[in-house]
Nanobody
């Protein structure tokens, strides 16, 4: 069984910073891409940032220059450093991993962590 456990959400004022982390555990044979998505109330879940197994990254235009995604393959953990936060960044943030649990590739999600940015 694979689990993704997120931590680091919270309340911050506009212009502030927060860091999120997501650790994967369980039966993991290999991991491909890892990423962060977010979903605000009444909106669809959207990609925030994604990092490949080799370290290549891509970001949503709305967060470029403010957010940084990184990963530690030894710890099977992905991070999201969020700077210059804006009220429109308020959402539930979900960790995602594409990994092989030994039975084949699958798409896994964390439980979500709330980020609230006050104006």
């Amino acid at each position: 069984q694979v689990q993704l456990v997120e931590s680091g959400g919270g309340l911050v004022q506009a212009g502030g910073s927060l860091g999120l982390s997501c650790a994967a555990s369980g039966s993991i044979f290999s991991i491909n891409a890892m990423g962060w998505y977010r979903q605000a109330p009444g909106k669809q879940r959207e990609l925030v940032a994604r990092i490949g197994s080799g370290g290549s990254t891509n970001y949503a235009d709305s967060v470029k220059g403010r957010f940084t995604i990184s990963r530690d393959n030894a710890k099977i953990t992905v991070y999201l450093q969020m700077n210059s936060l804006k009220p429109e960044d308020t959402a539930a943030y979900y960790c995602n991993a594409q990994l092989d649990n030994g039975l084949g590739l699958g798409n896994y999600w964390g439980q979500g962590t709330q980020v609230t940015v006050s104006s």
